[in-house]
């Protein structure tokens, strides 16, 4: 069984930058498509973006297209989700997912979460 811890969260000005990352136990990490997804305080947990197994193919939300990116290192398990020009609209505790489900629209979460890591945009 695949278990996912997150790190790299924080607080930091709008327009800042921070890198989240996403590491996985277990031997079959490579066998899994990996998303990550957001929630807002008050808000419903939302899709962020998506990398497939080999990492070849990526998916974002249109609220983060062109601003995060998405990647993996499989020799690491881990998953990386780079965050450019953040704005206060970007605070949201972030998770990582095991085996995203696609709904024709979007992407839908799998079973398995991370305990999640907070981050903060605000002067």
């Known amino acids: 069984q695949v278990q996912l811890v997150e790190s790299g969260g924080g607080l930091v000005q709008p327009g800042g930058s921070l890198r989240l990352s996403c590491v996985a136990s277990g031997r079959t990490f490579s066998v899994h498509d990996i998303a990550w997804f957001r929630q807002a305080p008050g808000k419903e947990r939302e899709f962020v973006a998506t990398?497939?197994?080999?990492?070849?193919?990526?998916w974002y939300a249109s609220s983060v297209q062109g601003r995060f990116t998405i990647s993996r290192d499989n020799a690491k398990n881990t998953v990386y989700l780079q965050l450019n020009s953040l704005a206060p609209g970007d605070t949201a505790v972030y998770y990582c997912n095991l085996d995203p489900n696609w709904g024709g629209t979007t992407w839908y979460p799998g079973a398995s979460w991370g305990p999640g890591t907070q981050v903060t945009v605000s002067s």
């Open positions: 990398i497939s197994k080999s990492g070849h193919s990526t």
